[in-house]
Nanobody, 119 residues
Framework: QVQLVESGRGLVQAGGSLRLSCAASGRAFSSYAMGWFRQAPGKEREAVANLTRIGLTTYYLDSVKGRFSISRDNSKNTLYLQMNKLKPEDTAVYYC????????????WGQGTQVTVSS
């Protein structure tokens, strides 16, 4: 198993930047493909970005392409989401998640961290 804890919550103005982190503990972090998800009030959870065990990016939500960047540092057991040019519609609770590989379900989830973007 792996335990995931997000950090980096914040309130920023539109156009600003924020970096989220997801610290992993337990089983080797590098064993998992990772992803970021978000859920806005009244909306379903959606995938924001994901990458492979060795850090190859495999997906970005269309609305965040060119603004968000996902990365990982396996030596620090940490996943990141750099968010630039934030928009009010990016307001949501952001979650990191882990799965054993492409095509499998995300088995492990963090508790979520709130991101609020004011206009």
């Amino acid at each position: 198993q792996v335990q995931l804890v997000e950090s980096g919550r914040g309130l920023v103005q539109a156009g600003g930047s924020l970096r989220l982190s997801c610290a992993a503990s337990g089983r080797a972090f590098s064993s998992y493909a990772m992803g970021w998800f978000r859920q806005a009030p009244g909306k379903e959870r959606e995938a924001v970005a994901n990458l492979t065990r060795i850090g190859l990016t495999t997906y970005y939500l269309d609305s965040v392409k060119g603004r968000f960047s996902i990365s990982r540092d396996n030596s620090k057991n940490t996943l990141y989401l750099q968010m630039n040019k934030l928009k009010p519609e990016d307001t949501a609770v952001y979650y990191c998640a882990a799965r054993v590989g492409p095509g499998t379900e995300y088995e492990y989830w963090g508790q979520g961290t709130q991101v609020t973007v004011s206009s």
